[in-house]
């Protein structure tokens, strides 16, 4: 009995190998939560387009937003784990196991990390006519007038919200939200005088900083950004070890075999060691972060506590 069940294990694994080795002998589907043109969708293309080449199979990124990216992650939940459907998850990925009750999925349950592709930092920008020019300035002002001045973000929840909510209670100080639906008209209205602050990623505030109708206060992130090298970091103006970026990651359903995994994981790191894939990354803003699917598991658990921690304390609610 025990060889019979030895000799299936080993033949099991042979075919396990084989398929690894085989794969890809079709078109590679990765999901995007948010719609096309977006940082998030930008990274996609960008890792799908290196991945394509060096699999040998086109790599098609499917746009699926809506419910905070839920739609998204429960279609590659259900999809079949066989390497063929992907998605570039961001920090929704962890927040909204909290953000939404009962928790819509489990990523540490049902999904696998591939592996983790890169940072692009949250930015605090202001209306050029707005009285602060930086961090100390605008503290001073919200300490003198706790909750009068208010900031726009993508959205309740979102990552820049998260990220000005955890700044917020480092400064100690109370500002006020102001929640849209998407980046672009948090930053119309700051740009037309309707509000003073908006929190996005940097890539979407990076035309209107070269027009001179929108001006930085502070990048997010523990190093200076490669599109805003003038700007200090958070760090740089008090605050060190705080850090706020929106991350992504290839993740795969959770019974995609090891092997096909491993092969992802492995294509992956060869293409965030490429030049072109570099510089894309750069002119969103962003960075690469090489690393094994271990190190990305990691850091949705722990992003996860954080998220779950700053949800309950702070009582955010959902759009």
């Not at 025990?2 to 589907?29: D, E, W």
């Not at 419910?67 to 079949?80: D, M, P």
């Not at 750069?282 to 949800?311: C, D, H, W």
Request: hydrophobic residues 45%; charged residues 15%; proline residues 8%.
């Amino acid at each position: 009995m025990l060889k019979r069940f030895s000799l299936i294990l080993l033949m099991s694994c042979v075919a396990t190998l084989s398929l690894a080795q085989n794969y890809p002998t079709k078109p590679i589907k990765v999901v995007v939560g948010y719609a096309a043109g977006g940082a998030v969708d930008v990274v996609a293309r960008t890792i799908g387009q290196s991945l394509s080449t060096s699999l040998g199979q086109p790599v098609i990124v499917e746009n699926k937003p809506g419910a905070g990216t839920n739609i998204a992650v429960k279609s590659v939940v259900t999809a079949e784990p066989d390497g063929y459907t992907m998605m570039m998850a961001a920090n929704a990925l962890a927040a909204n196991m909290s953000l939404y009750q009962p928790a819509p999925f489990d990523a540490e349950r049902d999904l696998v990390a591939v592996s983790l592709i890169g940072r692009v930092p949250v930015v605090i920008a202001a209306n050029p006519n707005a009285p602060y020019t930086n961090i100390k300035q605008l503290i001073d002002a919200a300490k003198g007038k706790p909750n009068s001045i208010a900031f726009g973000t993508p959205g309740n929840g979102s990552t820049p919200h998260m990220a000005i909510e955890l700044f917020a209670r480092a400064a100690g100080i109370d500002l006020q939200h102001i929640p849209y639906r998407g980046g672009s008209p948090a930053i119309t209205d700051v740009i037309g005088g309707q509000l003073p602050l908006v929190a996005v990623n940097a890539l979407e505030v990076l035309p209107h900083v070269k027009s001179g109708k929108l001006k930085v206060l502070a990048v997010l992130s523990p190093n200076r950004s490669a599109i805003f090298p003038d700007v200090p970091t958070i760090a740089e103006s008090g605050f060190p070890g705080f850090e706020a970026s929106v991350w992504y990651g290839l993740v795969a359903p959770a019974a995609t075999p090891k092997p096909i995994v491993n092969k992802l994981h492995d294509e992956v790191q060869k293409a965030l060691q490429t030049k072109e894939v570099r510089e894309r990354m750069n002119a969103v803003g962003g960075e690469v972060v090489p690393g094994s699917s271990e190190m990305f598991t990691n850091l949705i658990r722990s992003e996860r506590q954080r998220y779950a921690k700053l949800v309950r304390e702070a009582n955010i609610q959902p759009d």
